[in-house]
C-alpha cells in the first residue's frame, strides 16, 4: 500500500469514529432527556359526546371515549395537549367548511367533554378538568379536580429554540396494552416556519400533544395540528403534499404555551374559549 492509499484509508477510518462518537453523544443525551422528563408525560382518558345535525336536525349521536398524550408544565399537575386530539369535532367542521362545498354549510358537528381521567407515572388516576380551550392554536389546558403534586414537568421559563436540521427528543407513553410504558423518538427538524407565527415541521408527525425537546434538554414545544383555509378538493390534496389540504401536524414552540399559560396564572377559574 503507497502512502496515498494510506493516508485515505486512515482519514475513512477517522470519519466513521468521529461520526460514532457524535452518535454516541445524541443518543446518551435523548437518554438524560428521557430520565429526566418521562414522568412529565401523562395519559389521559377522554369520554366525549357527540351530534351531528344537518340543517339544524339532529341526525346522529353519540359517546366516544379516547386516550391521548398530555404534557405537565406545572407541579401544579397542569397539562397542556392537543384540542382537536381531545375534541376531533373541532377538526371534522373544519373539514367541512375547507373542503366540504357548499351543502357543507348546512352540517354541523357538536361535542362535550362528559369525563376526563388523567393517569401519571405513579399510578394514581385524577379526575381532570379543563381550564382553556385555545382553538387558533389547537391547545387544551386541563388541570386535576383536586389538589395534586406532581412529581416532574417540563420548564417553561428555559424555552428551548431549534433549528433546521437540529435533532430533537420526542417523548410519549405507549397505552395499556404495554402498561403506559414511556417512549423516546430522535428526530431532526425539516423546517423552521417563521409567518404568520413561529412553529417547526418534523418528519415525525403523529404525536399530538407530546413534548418535544432540543438536544440540550429544554423544552422545545409540543405537537399540535396546525389548520388553514384551503381551495383544493379532497381527491387532488392526497397528490400535493403536507398540508395542501388546509392541514398541518407542528411542533407548537413553548414560547407560545408559556404565553397562554401566563393567561391562566392570571384567570385562574375562568374557561375562557378563543
Known amino acids: 500500500m503507497n502512502l496515498k492509499k494510506l493516508f485515505i484509508s486512515l482519514f475513512l477510518v477517522l470519519i466513521i469514529f468521529v461520526q460514532k462518537i457524535y452518535a454516541d453523544d445524541a443518543v446518551n443525551s435523548a437518554r438524560d432527556i428521557k430520565n429526566k422528563f418521562e414522568n412529565a408525560v401523562v395519559s389521559i382518558k377522554i369520554t366525549i359526546k357527540q351530534k351531528m345535525a344537518i340543517q339544524g336536525r339532529e341526525v346522529n349521536t353519540n359517546e366516544s371515549r379516547s386516550e391521548i398524550i398530555g404534557t405537565v408544565i406545572d407541579n401544579s399537575g397542569l397539562i397542556v395537549t392537543s384540542l382537536i386530539a381531545t375534541e376531533p369535532t373541532v377538526f371534522y367542521n373544519k373539514i367541512m367548511k375547507n373542503r366540504g362545498g357548499p351543502q357543507a354549510s348546512h352540517m354541523k358537528w357538536e361535542s362535550e367533554v362528559s369525563d376526563i381521567k388523567i393517569r401519571f407515572n405513579d399510578g394514581q388516576e385524577k379526575e381532570g378538568k379543563i381550564l382553556l380551550r385555545d382553538k387558533d392554536l389547537d391547545l387544551v389546558f386541563i388541570q386535576p379536580a383536586e389538589k395534586y403534586s406532581a412529581s416532574s414537568s417540563v420548564n417553561l421559563k428555559e424555552a428551548g429554540e431549534v433549528r433546521i436540521l437540529d435533532q430533537i427528543v420526542i417523548l410519549s407513553r405507549l397505552g395499556k396494552i404495554a402498561s403506559w410504558t414511556p417512549t423516546m423518538t430522535l428526530d431532526r427538524i425539516e423546517a423552521v416556519i417563521q409567518k404568520p407565527r413561529p412553529f417547526y415541521i418534523s418528519r415525525t408527525k403523529d404525536y399530538f400533544g407530546a413534548p418535544v425537546f432540543s438536544l440540550d434538554g429544554k423544552f422545545a414545544g409540543i405537537y ?42 392570571e384567570t385562574p377559574a375562568q374557561e375562557k374559549s378563543q
Not at 224 to 236: H, K, P
Open 224 to 265: 399540535v395540528l396546525r389548520s388553514t383555509e384551503s381551495d383544493s378538493d379532497i381527491i387532488s390534496s392526497i397528490f400535493s403534499g403536507p398540508g395542501a389540504a388546509g392541514f398541518i401536524p407542528i411542533i407548537l414552540p413553548a414560547s407560545d404555551i408559556a404565553e397562554t399559560v401566563k393567561q391562566i396564572l
